[in-house]
């Protein structure tokens, strides 16, 4: 049998795909770093079995699966196939068993289905939010004309009329006016154009956690839970913030602030093999703004990040627009889940292989 060494494990570690290879005897010589993000553990000096990780009906399968590419020295594939761990979480995948000869290794691919559905649903959401804001954008540029031509007439007429109660109407006339043309403006200004340089994630999230307790004046339970280990970033710090603040301003309009029991919390972490954009990327920075609000409804989840959609008498529905768009122009994305009790919106953020040098180095 060849020695594993032998194994350009640089070009397999970028692959999304989880690779598992085996040898004769089914233990396990290596995995690669998304089977490492799925459970799977390379112990080069205990080498165990494959089956350690499975229930016996999954471990007796995929065993099966083995025996027949070993006869037929060819790959065996399984589709949708129920993966069911020792602890009895379960998963779907496509499953392929491959045989080398050469090498008498026994190589086992994974990829979820789930995944999948997850790249579906990333890219059908990036592609409804850009529809969206440039929907937005075109009735907000049609919308600003007329709102010039009404502020206007009513400065004239404010000029014209001396009496206090049409001076009172026409004011409030002027006002609504200029805050209606404050939100048109928002929305056909882009984001600005980004200073990009490296800046760090958990210095940029101490400034959300200070402006947000400020905005309060007083302290609420606001929680951090960091990962200190995560590289710097490269982005625009300052856009950055703005993003984050929005979202946890959002939350911060969700929940009781005066209950001692709720909170919210805003924690970072490296995340494997996840889709932004349509496109899965194998090692990204994720931050989570968790809160244990109502939720959102179900009704409106799937436009939360449409310019003017809010579920607040006083919202103007651009905060998780703007958010979007800040994070859209760093390569990212934001999704988010959401029931009564639960809500989480997580920024996901590409790593580079320079950004994660440091960290392998480390």
Same mark, same amino acid.
């Given at each position: 049998?060849?020695?594993?060494?032998?194994?350009?494990?640089?070009?397999?570690?970028?692959?999304?795909?989880?690779?598992?290879?085996?040898?004769?005897?089914?233990?396990?010589?290596?995995?690669?770093?998304?089977?490492?993000?799925?459970?799977?553990?390379?112990?080069?000096?205990?080498?165990?079995?494959?089956?350690?990780?499975?229930?016996?009906?999954?471990?007796?399968?995929?065993?099966?699966?083995?025996?027949?590419?070993?006869?037929?020295?060819?790959?065996?594939?399984?589709?949708?196939?129920?993966?069911?761990?020792?602890?009895?979480?379960?998963?779907?995948?496509?499953?392929?068993?491959?045989?080398?000869?050469?090498?008498?290794?026994?190589?086992?691919?994974?990829?979820?289905?789930?995944?999948?559905?997850?790249?579906?649903?990333?890219?059908?959401?990036?592609?409804?939010?850009?529809?969206?804001?440039?929907?937005?954008?075109?009735? $907000?540029?049609?919308?600003? +004309?007329?709102? #010039?031509? *009404?502020?206007? /007439?009513?400065?004239?007429?404010? =000029? &014209?009329?001396?009496?206090?109660?049409?001076?009172?109407?026409?004011?409030?006339?002027?006002?609504?006016?200029?805050?209606?043309?404050?939100?048109?403006?928002?929305?056909?200004?882009?984001?600005?154009?980004?200073?990009?340089?490296?800046?760090?994630?958990?210095?940029?999230?101490?400034?959300?956690?200070?402006?947000?307790?400020?905005?309060?004046?007083?302290?609420?339970?606001?929680?951090?839970?960091?990962?200190?280990?995560?590289?710097?970033?490269?982005?625009?710090?300052?856009?950055?913030?703005?993003?984050?603040?929005?979202?946890?301003?959002?939350?911060?309009? $969700?929940?009781?602030?005066? +209950?001692?029991? #709720?909170? *919210?919390?805003? /924690?970072?972490?490296?995340?494997? =093999? &996840?889709?932004?954009?349509?496109?899965?990327?194998?090692?990204?920075?994720?931050?989570?703004?968790?809160?244990?609000?109502?939720?959102?409804?179900?009704?409106?989840?799937?436009?939360?990040?449409?310019?003017?959609?809010?579920?607040?008498?006083?919202?103007?529905?651009?905060?998780?627009?703007?958010?979007?768009?800040?994070?859209?122009?760093?390569?990212?994305?934001?999704?988010?889940?959401?029931?009564?009790?639960?809500?989480?919106?997580?920024?996901?953020?590409?790593?580079?292989?320079?950004?994660?040098?440091?960290?392998?180095?480390?």
């Amino acid at each position: 049998m060849a020695d594993i060494k032998q194994l350009d494990t640089g070009l397999l570690n970028h692959l999304n795909t989880e690779i598992i290879i085996l040898d004769e005897s089914l233990s396990i010589l290596w995995v690669n770093d998304s089977a490492l993000a799925n459970g799977w553990i390379n112990d080069t000096k205990n080498q165990s079995s494959y089956s350690k990780f499975f229930c016996p009906k999954t471990e007796q399968e995929i065993k099966r699966v083995i025996n027949m590419a070993i006869k037929d020295r060819k790959s065996v594939t399984k589709r949708d196939f129920e993966l069911i761990s020792n602890n009895n979480a379960s998963r779907e995948v496509d499953l392929t068993v491959s045989f080398s000869p050469k090498y008498e290794w026994i190589i086992i691919e994974v990829m979820s289905v789930d995944n999948l559905n997850k790249i579906i649903d990333s890219s059908k959401m990036a592609s409804s939010q850009k529809i969206a804001a440039n929907l937005a954008r075109t009735l $907000a540029h049609e919308v600003k +004309n007329p709102l #010039s031509g *009404i502020k206007g /007439s009513a400065q004239l007429l404010n =000029s &014209k009329l001396n009496d206090t109660f049409s001076s009172k109407f026409l004011k409030i006339i002027i006002d609504e006016t200029d805050r209606l043309n404050s939100i048109v403006s928002k929305i056909l200004t882009p984001p600005k154009k980004p200073n990009l340089e490296p800046f760090n994630i958990h210095s940029a999230l101490e400034r959300v956690h200070s402006l947000a307790l400020a905005e309060q004046n007083k302290n609420f339970n606001l929680i951090r839970d960091y990962d200190p280990s995560i590289p710097d970033i490269y982005g625009d710090e300052n856009l950055f913030i703005h993003a984050v603040l929005n979202i946890v301003k959002n939350a911060m309009q $969700a929940i009781n602030i005066e +209950n001692e029991e #709720s909170f *919210i919390t805003i /924690s970072s972490r490296i995340a494997y =093999s &996840k889709p932004i954009n349509g496109k899965v990327f194998s090692t990204i920075c994720q931050i989570d703004i968790i809160d244990n609000g109502p939720g959102i409804p179900a009704d409106i989840q799937e436009q939360v990040f449409f310019p003017m959609m809010s579920t607040k008498d006083d919202g103007s529905g651009l905060g998780l627009s703007i958010a979007q768009d800040i994070i859209r122009i760093h390569g990212g994305s934001i999704a988010f889940s959401s029931k009564p009790g639960n809500t989480i919106f997580s920024i996901l953020l590409p790593m580079s292989a320079i950004q994660l040098k440091g960290v392998a180095n480390a």
